[in-house]
């Protein structure tokens, strides 16, 4: 075997990795690049970015992530439907399995930091049999120092052998593919996809399970700073607006999707992003759109012409899940620090394809819990495989479900605490449809929204009147600068008000019948909170 790069002492024979044919350490970003060209993982488009395919899988795989059932996270892990269950003696035939397909192979190895706040900083090791794969967790995360590479020894290992596939019920698997956590060896198995996304999510799992025992909320949120320092979050599941929103020219972004809130306020878990590029356009979102025409970028499943190498991001032929990776410094506006002090705005993204939701409202603590556990958006039919005519609601609890490996309500209660304690506003903003539901009604203008989350970030709603919305109790502004009026009351966009009715009804309904699962776990005024107190 030779290696490539600066190695670390702690190597991988710690890992099980023997008889490999190479071992790359941390290589930089033209090396990486070099290496993905020459293995014809990747081309390079128009501007500079490395353009690769995903193949089949081009997002993540939810159903195939397990955890090693062992004794020493077995009490603190919600086993259910997202977080289940795989042996040990099953996992360590998959790690046998995996070391010996590496072996007498090219592996790249990048070791990082998730965590930019030193106190909670967790360092990682990323090993993958690409070249581009490695990149990827190059852009993501967090570099250390080149004189910190030599002695570096990981807390955590994440093992990428995207091209092995597992054997599905006779490995105890829900099919080909595998995200295996082992908090006991902390190690993490991923194989059967080349998607990139559940590497970074492996990572944000682990630090999941680990930070709340220290005293640490892990948020799936954006997060960015004021001019006076005032720092914002933002939840939200995908095609919300979470890095849009939060990729905001006359504020400094902290991060765009993964941060921790402690005692000393709060950090990004990252040291890059990974924005959704789909129909992205340079007038909309021109710090977004100008990473996709630059060196270091990644561009998973972008359609590009074959010949000029220009890129189509209006295409979604591959998937409407194209994504791009880029380290933080490629947005101008970046707080490289990736620390910030305590939130004084928490806001809550849904993208409501019923039209039903105000497109802005505040939400109390105990709404804010509420709305939290219940992590409510809308798909779209025909955005997603299987989705018929109608819109389908979405609760994925504390907005990130797949990627919490407690009882959701630990992750609620420290959320309702900090919010309590450091007196943070809290508002539910709906990047959804206004005047009906999605194919009759239109998307709201990401102007208005952006008009009505300056307002709230800067003080302007806090001085205006409010109103009870009837169908879900939430206390909406009477007036916005630069909104239309009618736009903050969704039932006077729909021209047929019987049917905004019927549907708002129908959610609320679907509210009510989710939150079943949490009543046994929140105190009544939560529960009291929630939408049923608006009927």
């Known amino acids: 075997m030779h290696s490539t790069g600066t190695?670390?002492?702690y190597g991988l024979d710690n890992h099980g990795l023997i008889n490999l044919k190479a071992a790359h350490w941390n290589l930089t970003t033209p090396a990486l690049y070099e290496a993905a060209i020459r293995r014809g993982e990747a081309e390079i488009g128009h501007g500079g970015a490395l353009v690769t395919n995903t193949g089949k899988h081009t997002g993540r795989a939810p159903k195939d992530k397990f955890f090693v059932d062992e004794p020493g996270s077995n009490k603190d892990i919600n086993w259910g439907e997202v977080n289940r269950p795989i042996s040990q003696a099953r996992f360590d035939e998959i790690l046998a399995r995996v070391q010996a397909y590496l072996q007498n192979r090219e592996i790249f190895v990048q070791d990082c930091y998730a965590g930019a706040d030193p106190a909670f900083r967790l360092p990682i090791r990323v090993i993958t049999e690409s070249a581009w794969h490695n990149l990827f967790a190059r852009n993501m995360f967090i570099q250390p120092k080149l004189?910190?590479?030599?002695?570096?020894?990981?807390?955590?290992?994440?093992?990428?052998?995207?091209?092995?596939?597992?054997?599905?019920?006779?490995?105890?698997?829900?099919?080909?593919?595998?995200?295996?956590?082992?908090?006991?060896?902390?190690?993490?198995?991923?194989?059967?996809?080349?998607?990139?996304?559940?590497?970074?999510?492996?990572?944000?799992?682990?630090?999941?399970?680990?930070?709340?025992?220290?005293?640490?909320?892990?948020?799936?949120?954006s997060a960015n700073i004021g001019q006076r320092g005032d720092v914002a979050i933002f939840f939200g599941l995908s095609g919300t607006g979470k890095t849009t929103l939060s990729a905001d020219s006359t504020r400094t972004l902290i991060g765009d999707d993964e941060h921790g809130w402690s005692?000393?306020?709060?950090?990004?878990?990252e040291g890059g992003c990974y924005a959704k590029v789909i129909r992205l356009s340079r007038e909309a979102e021109p710090e977004i759109f100008a990473t996709t025409e630059r060196f270091g970028t990644i561009l998973e499943n972008v359609v590009m012409d074959p010949v000029t190498r220009m890129l189509d991001?209006?295409?979604?032929?591959?998937?409407?899940?194209?994504?791009a990776s880029y380290p933080l410094d490629f947005i101008p506006n970046m707080d490289l620090s990736g620390m910030g002090g305590h939130p004084d705005n928490v806001v809550m993204l849904t993208a409501d394809a019923f039209g039903v939701l105000p497109p802005i409202s505040q939400l109390s603590p105990e709404q804010a819990m509420y709305h939290f556990l219940s992590g409510y958006t809308a798909r779209v039919a025909g955005t997603e495989k299987g989705l018929g005519n109608e819109p389908q609601a979405t609760f994925s609890t504390c907005f990130g479900a797949p990627f919490m490996p407690r009882h959701p309500t630990v992750y609620a209660e420290m959320l309702r605490d900090r919010i309590a304690k450091h007196g943070a506003k809290c508002w539910l903003v709906n990047t959804g449809w206004s005047g009906g539901k999605a194919g009759v009604g239109q998307r709201m203008k990401i102007a208005y929204t952006r008009a009505m989350v300056a307002a709230a970030l800067n003080g302007t709603l806090a001085q205006v009147g409010v109103r009870q919305d009837p169908n879900f109790g939430l206390l909406v502004p009477e007036n916005c600068p630069d909104v239309p009026a009618d736009v903050l009351d969704p039932r006077k966009t729909w021209s047929d008000k019987g049917a905004y009715d019927t549907t708002a009804?129908?959610?609320r309904g679907r509210f009510e019948k989710n939150f079943q699962q949490f009543e046994a776990h929140v105190p009544d005024n939560v529960k009291a909170a929630g939408i049923r107190a608006a009927a």
Do not use: W
């Open 7 to 9: 190695q670390a002492a």
């Open 147 to 221: 004189d910190e590479l030599p002695g570096f020894q990981p807390q955590f290992t994440i093992v990428n052998v995207a091209s092995l596939m597992g054997r599905g019920k006779a490995d105890d698997l829900a099919s080909e593919t595998f995200i295996l956590v082992d908090m006991a060896k902390r190690l993490v198995l991923i194989g059967g996809t080349s998607y990139a996304g559940e590497i970074k999510k492996s990572v944000f799992t682990i630090l999941n399970y680990l930070l709340p025992a220290q005293g640490v909320l892990p948020m799936h949120c």
């Open 505 to 507: 009804h129908d959610l």
């Open 263 to 269: 005692d000393n306020g709060v950090f990004n878990f």
């Open 313 to 323: 991001l209006d295409d979604a032929s591959l998937t409407e899940n194209t994504r």
